[in-house]
């Protein structure tokens, strides 16, 4: 396993004097740590994949560098990284028994059988697929012949990196959460350097340590789940992280206050003055705005609906021509269709221009 850095990593499909605006990857600088486990996140467009294949070798960068271990890896060939790969539809051999496919990056590298066999049988056991060993594995469904292709991505410890492209795409549902917490074991277990990709945020935020959220072509935000549930460092990503996601209102910000339709929001932090040309908006989570019963000091809204999510109850709620979603209070039922809103401000941030806007304590 290694740590991958990427210096200046950019790619354009259209020539590499196309303006820096069109790029599928703009210019990316960032280092991931040796054994760790990372979900690249975004949307379909965003550019998961071309980063990926960047990595694997399958793209040439328009600019920049990849390193594993300090070492420029940029030049190489794919069979020369020292990586693995899982992509969304099983690659196995179905005329080899389930073994024969675990054990054949083993074997295509010269390794000694008792260490072949001692490895298949642990892959084999952690993606519960002992039982299918001897069996070939054209007979099996698309889902184990998918374990199949986990397991050979897994079975080499010497890989550089793990990469995985959607590998649950195929799963069937049930067994699909199953084996996205078993990946996560299995990254404790193997202590690999593994890169997934994805666009569902369920995924990402159960296997990864670190999760790399993909907007158009940037990586706009790189941390924890927590981090990013959190402290979301731009607006796209309090909206795609979350469910549902944060509410982003426009507001007047200023020192410590944050003005919606001339009502004043308290801050935690001091703003100060804010550039006057940017886009001020305050960014809060569903979970950190309550509906009570309307009152003066609160920000008036029209409730529209109340979504029951068993355990918890969301306001979808209008304050002018601004939709959010607010909690209804244990305890709290909702009569009429107006509410005040009433803040939590700890949790309220302010974004100028999309991006987190860091105040003063
Ligand atoms: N080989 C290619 N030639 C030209 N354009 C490409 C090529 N591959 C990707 N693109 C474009 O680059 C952008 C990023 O695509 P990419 O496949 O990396 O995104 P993604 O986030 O992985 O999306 P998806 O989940 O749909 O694959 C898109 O606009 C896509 O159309």
């Known amino acids: 396993m290694a740590r991958i850095d990427l210096v200046d990593l950019a790619q354009s499909y259209n020539g590499n004097d196309a303006p820096l605006e069109s790029f599928a990857l703009k210019p990316v600088t960032m280092t991931w740590r040796q054994g760790g486990a990372y979900a ?45 790969q899982v992509f969304q539809f099983p690659v196995i051999y179905d005329t080899m028994t389930v073994g024969e496919n675990l054990a ?52 080499r410890s010497d890989v550089a990196a793990v990469l995985f492209d959607e590998p649950l795409t195929v799963i069937d549902p049930e067994l699909k959460w199953q084996l996205r917490s078993k990946l996560k074991a299995l990254h404790r277990e193997l202590d690999l350097t593994m890169i997934y990709v994805t666009h569902d945020q369920t995924e990402a935020l159960t296997f990864a340590d670190t999760v790399v959220v993909m907007h158009d072509g940037r990586v706009v935000q790189s941390g924890t789940p927590a981090e990013l549930f959190d402290k979301p460092a731009h607006t796209f990503v309090g909206y795609f992280i979350g469910s ?26 001091n703003y100060g003055v804010l550039p006057k040309a ?30 029951d999510l068993g355990r918890i109850q969301f306001a979808r709620v209008r304050v002018g021509n601004t939709k959010l ?6 305890g709290f039922s909702v009569s009429g269709d107006t509410a005040g809103l009433v803040f939590n401000p700890a949790y309220v941030h302010v974004y100028a221009d999309s991006h987190l806007v860091e105040g003063v304590a």
């Open 40 to 84: 690249l996140l975004g949307p379909s467009g965003c550019g998961k994949t071309t980063l990926l294949n960047l990595i694997s070798g399958i793209v040439t960068p328009s600019r920049g560098q990849i390193l594993f271990d300090g070492k420029d890896i940029t030049p190489l060939s794919t069979q020369k990284r020292n990586i693995a």
């Open 104 to 155: 054949f990056p083993l074997k295509n590298r010269g390794i000694a059988k008792a260490e072949v066999d001692a490895r298949v049988k642990q892959i084999a056991g952690l993606l519960d697929l002992t039982p299918y060993l001897n069996r070939k594995a054209t007979r099996l469904t698309a889902d184990a012949k998918q374990k199949i292709s986990l397991g050979r991505g897994l079975v």
């Open 244 to 269: 549902p996601g944060m509410n982003i209102v426009p507001a007047e910000v200023s020192g410590h206050e944050a003005r919606i339709d001339g009502h004043v929001i308290g801050l935690h932090r």
């Open 278 to 307: 940017a886009k001020i908006e305050i960014g809060v989570r569903p979970e950190f705005v309550d509906v009570a019963p309307p009152a003066s000091g609160l920000l008036s809204a029209t409730i529209e609906r109340i979504d």
């Open 325 to 330: 979603a607010a909690r209804v209070p244990p």
